[in-house]
C-alpha cells in the first residue's frame, strides 16, 4: 500500500524544519461532509478530503449484525482483510481494502462528525439512532474508494432485484459495449471458479461490476461470521446452484440490454 505524505515547512530560528503529514490520516477535519454518508448493517464509508480515492470504513466495536463481543468482532475483521490480501494475491481479484482494521477511541469531535447524515442504503432512509457513541471503540479501515458509476449485484434475491432496478439506466453509461461484454464474461467466470474453490464466497455473494466490465469483490466478512454457514464452508449443493443459476440470469440480462441498446 502506497503511503503518500506531504511535506510542511515551518521555520524556527532562521532555519526550515520539515516535517511529514499524512494526507490519509482519520482526523475530523479529513472526513469529507456529504449529504449522505453509505452504511451497511454494520459499517459506514467516509471519503478523505485530502484524497477522494481513498477513505475508511468505520464499525462500532458495539454494533453488528451477529452480536459478535468486540474481541471476536475485530478477530472477524482482520480475517476478512487476509482473506481479501489471499484472494487478490491468488486470483488478481479486484477489491477495496487497503489496509488491517484498527481500533480507535471516538473523541466528542469524532462522534459529532460520524454521527451526521448516516444513511442506511437497503432501507433507504437516514438513521435516527447514534451509531458512534463518544468515548466508545471504533474499528477503522482503509479502502479504496469505489469506482463511479458502477452497478451492485449478488446472488441474493433482494440483490438481484436491485440489479434489476439499476441495470437501464447504467448500460447507457457503458461506452465501449463489446469491451464491456467481453471483460465481464472474463471475471463472472473468475468470480465462478473462485466460489467453487472457496465455498464461503457463495454465500451472500456480491461484487460491483464497473463500466469497463470488471467486478470488485466486497464483504468478506460472511466467511468468518462463527453463526453463519458460510463460515463453516458449509454450503449445500442447493445454495450453491441457486447461486450460480442467480449469476447466469444476471449475466444473461446484462448481454440482452446491451444488444438492444
Keep these: ?51 477522494p480515492t481513498i477513505g475508511y470504513l468505520v464499525a462500532s466495536s458495539e454494533r453488528n449484525s451477529k452480536e459478535q463481543s468486540e474481541e ?53 432512509k437516514f438513521e435516527t439512532k447514534e451509531r458512534f457513541p463518544e468515548q466508545s471503540i471504533a474499528f477503522i479501515q482503509k479502502v479504496a474508494t469505489a469506482p463511479n458509476p458502477n452497478l451492485l449485484f449478488g446472488c441474493a434475491h433482494s440483490k438481484v432485484k436491485q440489479f434489476q432496478r439499476q441495470v437501464d439506466e447504467f448500460i447507457p453509461l457503458i461506452r465501449r459495449k463489446k469491451r464491456f461484454a467481453r471483460h465481464f464474461r472474463k471475471y463472472m467466470d473468475q468470480a465462478r471458479a473462485i466460489m467453487r474453490k472457496e465455498r464461503c464466497l457463495i454465500k451472500d455473494f456480491q461484487v460491483l461490476v464497473d463500466t469497463n466490465g ?28 441457486s447461486c450460480m443459476d442467480a449469476l447466469d440470469e444476471i449475466e444473461k440480462h446484462f448481454y440482452k440490454v446491451l444488444h438492444d441498446n
Design 72 to 124: 471476536d468482532w475485530f478477530k472477524t475483521l482482520e480475517s476478512s482483510w487476509e482473506l481479501a490480501e489471499q484472494l487478490e494475491r491468488e486470483y488478481d481479484i479486484q477489491q477495496f481494502l487497503l489496509e488491517a482494521p484498527k481500533n480507535i477511541t471516538i473523541s466528542h469531535n469524532l462522534a459529532a462528525r460520524l454521527n451526521q447524515n448516516l444513511w442506511r442504503e437497503s432501507r433507504a
Design 214 to 241: 470488471r467486478l470488485y469483490h466486497l464483504d468478506f466478512d460472511r466467511c468468518f461470521i462463527p453463526d453463519d454457514p458460510g463460515a463453516k464452508r458449509d454450503i449445500s449443493e442447493e445454495i450453491a446452484s
Design 1 to 51: 500500500t502506497s503511503k503518500k505524505k506531504k511535506l510542511r515547512g515551518s521555520k524556527k530560528f532562521g532555519e526550515t524544519r520539515v516535517t511529514p503529514v499524512d494526507v490519509h490520516a482519520f482526523e475530523p477535519e479529513n472526513l469529507q461532509r456529504t449529504d449522505k454518508v453509505p452504511c451497511g448493517a454494520n459499517k459506514c464509508f467516509f471519503p478523505l478530503k485530502s484524497d
